[in-house]
């Protein structure tokens, strides 16, 4: 792995531990929690692709967020 993939991944983990800091895992919503997961997938899958362009982490971590906020208002 190159440096700026690992640093692009790290900062879509960091992300999504912020994300999930707001507040406990268990007093989250399935909504939320779905949100916060598709965010850390997106972000890490669109480090990956983008082969560690912050562009591509932060819009894959908006787009992920965005797909699991979708599907959590369906659970």
């Known amino acids: 792995m190159r440096r700026n ?5 790290l900062s879509a983990l960091a992300l999504a531990l912020s994300l999930g800091g707001c507040a406990t895992w268990d007093s989250m919503s399935a909504r939320q ?3 916060a997961v598709g965010a850390a997938v997106g ?3 669109g480090a990956a692709v983008t082969h560690g362009n912050v562009l591509g982490t932060v819009g894959g971590a908006a787009i992920g967020g965005f797909i699991g906020d979708e599907i959590g208002k369906r659970r």
């Not at 993939?5 to 991944?9: G, H, K, M, V, Y």
């Open 5 to 9: 993939s690992i640093s692009a991944t």
């Open 43 to 45: 972000g890490v899958t």
């Open 33 to 35: 929690k779905s949100t």
